[in-house]
């Protein structure tokens, strides 16, 4: 959806996402604040490296009112990384930000206002995916990025919120013509990660699931 990336570029960051082990200490925290005096109603943040949107981080009974902000956790591989962030307002508006730095150590505040207004976005075609939690633990944290970037992205459980054994988390991904392939991984209370793809092909539909089992269990670094 936005530009090509080569083979071999892709094989390679591949090889590097299959090498994270999830370590809560390597995690930093971004908050996003709404100043743009409509209520947001998703929020899209996908790493400056892939040439797709991440998933939808807000979910799909939250709104982010005019004043409000949400805290997330996000990870990724280097001490500092460029990720694009986009927003849609409850009027369909598109609010932009591109290659924002984060940084080792240091909490981000990303304020959306009416200077980042894309009135010339172009409209997107949305897939619904729902994870479902068949571990007898309850998971702390749930990442799903494309395949062709080197980090996981942000936590789509946010920081106050958890996945126990048997729910259900419903996730919004903008989509394109293509199918594509995601990395996801959770960790429960232990650090234990669960690792494992999932391909979303439009011309299956708009509706996928997908199911986080002990089969995908990963031992964390350590243990």
């Not at 729910?167 to 594509?180: A, L």
């Amino acid at each position: 959806m936005r530009k090509v990336m080569s083979m071999a570029a892709l094989l390679a960051a591949l090889a590097a996402a299959s090498a994270f082990a999830f370590d809560p200490r390597e995690l930093n925290k971004i908050t996003f604040q709404n100043s743009t005096g409509t209520k947001i109603e998703m929020i899209f943040l996908s790493p400056s490296d892939s040439e797709y949107w991440g998933p939808d981080i807000v979910g799909a009974d939250f709104v982010v009112k005019d004043g409000g902000s949400l805290g997330y956790y996000i990870h990724y591989p280097e001490k500092t990384f460029k990720f694009d962030i986009m927003a849609t307002d409850e009027a369909g508006h598109m609010f932009e930000v591109y290659n924002y730095v984060l940084t080792d150590g240091k909490e981000s505040t990303i304020t959306f206002t009416q200077k980042n207004l894309n009135s010339k976005a172009p409209e997107l075609t949305f897939a619904t995916l729902k994870v479902t939690n068949n571990t007898d633990h309850e998971l702390q944290y749930l990442f799903i990025s494309p395949e062709d970037s080197d980090a996981w992205g942000v936590d789509l459980l946010d920081e106050e919120t958890t996945l126990p054994a048997g729910d259900t988390h419903s996730i919004v991904i903008p989509i394109g013509k293509d199918k594509v392939t995601y990395n996801l991984m959770a960790a429960d209370e232990n650090d234990d990660e669960y690792v494992f793809d999932l391909t979303i092909d439009p011309a299956k539909g708009n509706d996928f699931k997908a199911a986080i089992d002990t089969g995908d269990l990963k031992p964390a670094e350590g243990q």
